[in-house]
């Protein structure tokens, strides 16, 4: 075969249409990955050193190698997505807060070097009367509304007409950095991504405002690509996934296959050794071989990437997020992680607070979806919070975890949790300030407050009026349900639904605490990164993590009250149950998966 192969390249190499490929068997070649009206001229010497350097040459602050292709050569269409929109005020319904600081012309557009600031929600009115130009003015001045999904800071450059014209740097609400070709406001040619510490996310080119072609993505908590980066194809903003290439650490061999989004992996691959490399339009390409069958390898990802409107968001696959649930072994599960982390290389990020808040306002989630998209290290973020959509914000989300616990005997436990003396003299410790808990309150037992009918213990379904009800924590489920407003209501039958949607979309592990044991197996086997060695830590720091989560003071309850408390707990029952079928079959398939 790689006798007949070789004949067979000379014989079309003449005819300059096709490369060929030896690494999986009934490898067939076809056409190169180049435009034949544009060719490349393809490089085989020293591939993976080449790579490598033109890498490191883009991750320089300053211009190494200058080129002049970086301008994009086609007009713009009408369908062009601009960096913001502008008119009168009194034309605009919807404006931006902003403020420019440079020159203006003589109908008060934006004009010279400058710089353009996106003024956030927080900032008051007086405040931003202080700075310079305002958006709300009277219905003849200048307005502006930007392109929210792009989340912009600042926008540096040359601007003409009120719009950036030529090079631009663009400073994102994550700290990260835009550096490109802009034409009439518009990115247009190539462009380059940087996160906070000026590592390399992206180098691709634009199109009319959205990535289009080939271009490299690289992850976000790894400067020096020890993990390898991803080579991908653009068609007007749109991932296409049919066609991604995971070049592993070296740059020498890499893997071709279909983009799972939601899996954050590479599947139906085929592995190959790059021989080639080459430029066009600023932008170092390898060739890519073809294969008449479907692969089979599948890689994971060091990243999750996602596109939309403009923005190409990164997220690494080593941000894990924890939004823990309370009385359901979290305290265990994070002791844990501190002990494992000192091996694995990440850190365990707890937020506390003297209270807990479960919903945040919109702009308030955008800025926390943007700083946990962009940690720059390897992490583990824990909080009380409900689930978050990325997607709704166009970004690629992290990895969740969380724990669930049979609802009724969870809460019995947090209703002796809030009395117990170890942990009203803890709370005082961290929160001085914070009154005791009134005897009365203390000397309360459960089977009491069920019986006579206590508030406290009182659950009335679709019910959200109480600070007592979110204080007890009865609504597992609203933590897996997110921000929606019907979330927030007691064992409610939309909420259990979109509880569910988002385990089985979301939540790489959903860990059950009666089958602990079986909780950590899975976690193994699903993200060893992060908790590979779990249950070997677990044996051996048994005792310390196990005494974390323990309650000695907790009342003895019949079956007959608990059984009158389930009566009104069937919802978040059934999602309990459903949590708990689900980690059965990641169980299964981990095991079957070890004995292949």
Same mark, same amino acid.
């Given at each position: ?166 090079? $631009?740097?663009?400073?994102? %609400? ?5 550096? /490109? @070709?802009?034409? #009439? *406001? =518009?990115? &247009? +040619?190539?462009? $380059?991504?940087?996160?906070? %510490? ?5 180098? /691709? @080119?634009?199109? #009319? *405002? =959205?990535? &289009? +072609? ?13 993990? /390898? ?7 007007? +903003? ?359």
């Amino acid at each position: 075969w790689s006798t007949m192969c070789s004949r067979l390249v000379l014989v079309l190499l003449a005819l300059g249409v096709v490369s060929c490929a030896e690494d999986d068997v009934g490898g067939v070649c076809e056409k190169d990955s180049c435009i034949e009206a544009d060719p490349i001229e393809w490089e085989a010497d020293q591939v993976g050193k080449q790579l490598i350097s033109w890498v490191a040459q883009q991750r320089s602050r300053n211009k190494v190698v200058f080129c002049k292709e970086e301008v994009e050569k086609k007009e713009l269409t009408e369908d062009a997505i601009p960096l913001y929109k502008m008119g009168r005020c009194g034309d605009m319904r919807h404006r931006a807060k902003h403020e420019y600081v440079g020159s203006r012309d003589e109908e008060n557009r934006f004009k010279g070097k400058g710089e353009l600031r996106f003024l956030t929600e927080d900032l008051s009115i007086e405040k931003q009367r202080n700075g310079a130009r305002l958006a709300i003015e009277s219905g003849s001045d200048i307005c502006v509304l930007d392109n929210a999904f792009m989340s912009m800071k600042t926008i540096n450059g040359y601007f003409k007409a009120g719009f950036p014209k030529g090079e $631009v740097k663009i400073k994102l %609400n994550n700290f990260g950095e835009i550096s /490109g @070709r802009c034409v #009439d *406001g =518009v990115l &247009h +040619g190539k462009v $380059v991504i940087k996160n906070k %510490n000026e590592g390399l996310v992206f180098v /691709g @080119r634009y199109l #009319d *405002g =959205v990535p &289009h +072609g080939w271009a490299w993505v690289f992850c976000p908590d790894d400067e020096n690509q020890s993990t /390898g980066a991803v080579y991908l194809q653009f068609n007007k +903003g749109e991932i296409v996934d049919k066609e991604m290439v995971f070049v592993q650490p070296g740059f020498e061999k890499a893997v071709v296959g279909t983009y799972s989004e939601s899996k954050g992996i590479l599947e139906n691959g085929h592995k190959f050794q790059i021989s080639a490399y080459g430029d066009r339009d600023c932008i170092r390409h390898i060739k890519i071989p073809r294969f008449k069958k479907t692969g089979k390898k599948e890689v994971s990802l060091p990243m999750k990437i996602k596109s939309v409107q403009g923005r190409v968001s990164v997220t690494s696959t080593r941000v894990l997020l924890f939004n823990r649930v309370a009385k359901v072994g979290s305290q265990s599960l994070i002791r844990l992680m501190v002990e494992l982390s000192n091996k694995r290389g990440y850190k365990v990020n707890v937020d506390q607070r003297t209270v807990e808040q479960y919903n945040s306002p919109p702009w308030e989630q955008l800025q926390l979806a943007e700083t946990l998209t962009s940690f720059t290290k390897p992490t583990v973020w824990v909080r009380h919070y409900n689930f978050l959509d990325f997607d709704s914000f166009g970004l690629a989300s992290p990895k969740w975890i969380n724990l669930v616990r049979d609802p009724v005997e969870r809460v019995i436990s947090n209703f002796y949790y809030r009395r117990a003396g170890w942990n009203i003299v803890e709370k005082k410790l961290a929160f001085p300030d914070e009154p005791l808990p009134d005897p009365e309150f203390l000397r309360r037992d459960f089977e009491s407050c069920v019986l006579e009918g206590d508030p406290e213990c009182t659950y009335i379904e679709d019910n959200t009026d109480t600070e007592k009800e979110t204080g007890d924590h009865r609504r597992q489920m609203m933590q897996y349900c997110g921000q929606h407003p019907v979330c927030a209501q007691f064992n409610n039958k939309e909420a259990v639904e979109l509880a569910k949607v988002n385990v089985a979309k979301n939540y790489a592990v959903v860990g059950v605490l009666e089958m602990w044991d079986e909780t950590l197996e899975v976690l193994e086997d699903t993200l060893p990164f992060f908790f590979k060695g779990a249950k070997e830590m677990y044996q051996k720091k048994q005792n310390q993590v196990r005494r974390m989560a323990q309650n000695f003071h907790k009342g003895f309850v019949s079956e007959e009250v608990k059984d009158i408390v389930r009566k009104n707990f069937t919802r978040e029952i059934e999602f309990y149950e459903f949590c708990k079928k689900k980690l059965r079959v990641q169980l299964k398939q981990g095991r079957k998966n070890k004995l292949n």
